[in-house]
C-alpha cells in the first residue's frame, strides 16, 4: 500500500509506554502510514526501542538523528514535520494509545472535509480522546469539563486559547509547510498549526473518541478539567496567569507577519481588531474583546481573560 500519511512522533524518556503506542500504531486498520520518529535526547531506553522496532517494521518507521536539542515537545513536533514529505501528517505522543481505527477514520473523514472545501487548504481536522490513567483505566473526569467537550474552530477562540490538542491532529502537506519555520513566540505545536489553519484555511472537529489519552504525572500537557475550582483557583494565584495575554498577542503578531497577505478579508480583520486590543483603555480592551467574540470556554475563565488582559 502506497503510504499516504506521515505519523510525526516525538519521544524523551519514554521507554515506559512507548511499546504499547507502537503496537497500537502498528495495529491500526488502516497501514498506509509511516513513522517519522525523533528523540530529544534520552537518557533511557527511548532510542533503543525505536531502533528495535524500526528493524522489525522496515520501512515503516524513519528515525531522525542531528545535533540539535530542541528542549521541549514544541520544537521537536516542529523539527520532525521538516523531515515528511506525504499528503497528509499526524502527531502521535509516546505514551498514549491510538483505537485501532483512528488513522482510517480520520483519513476519510478528512477526503470528505477537502472535497467540501473544494480542496482549499490548510486544513486541520482534529478529534476527541478518552481520558485514561498510567494502566488505561478510564479516569473520572467530567467530560462536559474537558476542552474537548466544546471545542471552537474559529480565529477569535482560538487566539485567546487552544481547543486542539496535538495528538487528535490530522493536517494536509501545506499546513505542514505554512507553519514553518519554529519561532520562540510558538508555546505549542497544535495551536500554532490550528490557528494558522483557522486564519487561511479550516478546522474542523471530528466528535469521535479515537484514542487514549495516558495521564500518568509526567505528561508535558494533560487533559484537565479546566472548570474545577482547584484549576480555577491555581489559576488566580499563578503570576503566570497574568502574563498570558503576551502569549495570546505575541502568536497573533506572528500570525499577521507571515501570513496577512495569504489571509482572507475577513480573518485579516479579526486579526487586526485583536491587536489593536493592547493601544485601548481598559473598559475598552474589555468590551472589544465580548464584541469580536474573543472568549475562552466557560464564564469564569472569560472573567478570567477580561481580567488580566
Not at 497501514?31 to 528493524?55: K, N, P, W
Not at 467537550?149 to 493536517?171: E, I, K
Not at 503570576?239 to 495570546?248: H, K, L, Q
Request: contains cysteine.
Amino acid at each position: 500500500m502506497e503510504p499516504q500519511v506521515d505519523i510525526c512522533l516525538a519521544t524523551y524518556n519514554g521507554e515506559r509506554y512507548l511499546p504499547e503506542q507502537l503496537d497500537s500504531l502498528f495495529a491500526q486498520t488502516y497501514q498506509g502510514f509511516r513513522i517519522v520518529a525523533r528523540d530529544d535526547g534520552s537518557t533511557d531506553a527511548t532510542v533503543d526501542i525505536l531502533e528495535s522496532y524500526a528493524c522489525q517494521y522496515p520501512g515503516r518507521l524513519e528515525i531522525i538523528k542531528d545535533d540539535v536539542i530542541c528542549g521541549g515537545p514544541a520544537r521537536n513536533f516542529m523539527q520532525i514535520m521538516r523531515h515528511t514529505s506525504l499528503p497528509y501528517m499526524m502527531f502521535c505522543d509516546q505514551d498514549d494509545v491510538w483505537h485501532p481505527t483512528k488513522v482510517e477514520r480520520m483519513l476519510r473523514r478528512f477526503q470528505q472535509e477537502e472535497r467540501h472545501f473544494d480542496g482549499c487548504r490548510p486544513l486541520c481536522l482534529f478529534s476527541d480522546y478518552r481520558v485514561v490513567d498510567a494502566d488505561l483505566r478510564p479516569m473520572d473526569v467530567p467530560e462536559r469539563n474537558l476542552q474537548v467537550a466544546d471545542p471552537r474552530t474559529s480565529l477569535n477562540r482560538l487566539l485567546v486559547q487552544n481547543y486542539v490538542t496535538g495528538c487528535t491532529m490530522m493536517v494536509d502537506r501545506s499546513a505542514g509547510v505554512l507553519s514553518q519555520p519554529f519561532d520562540d513566540r510558538i508555546p505549542m505545536h497544535d495551536w500554532w498549526i490550528a490557528l494558522v489553519c483557522a486564519a487561511i484555511g479550516h478546522v474542523v472537529h471530528m466528535p469521535a473518541k479515537l484514542m487514549d489519552y495516558r495521564q500518568h504525572g509526567n505528561n508535558d500537557v494533560g487533559a484537565t478539567d479546566v472548570r474545577s475550582w482547584s484549576y480555577r483557583l491555581a489559576k488566580l494565584r499563578d503570576p503566570a496567569a497574568r502574563s498570558s495575554a503576551d502569549t495570546y498577542f505575541a502568536l497573533a503578531s506572528l500570525l499577521r507577519e507571515r501570513y496577512a497577505t495569504m489571509m482572507p478579508e475577513g480573518s485579516l480583520r479579526t486579526l487586526d481588531r485583536f491587536l489593536a486590543i493592547r493601544e485601548l483603555p481598559k473598559p475598552r480592551r474589555m468590551a472589544r474583546l465580548v464584541a469580536g467574540g474573543y472568549l475562552k470556554s466557560d464564564l469564569v475563565r472569560s472573567l478570567g481573560l477580561l481580567t488580566w488582559i
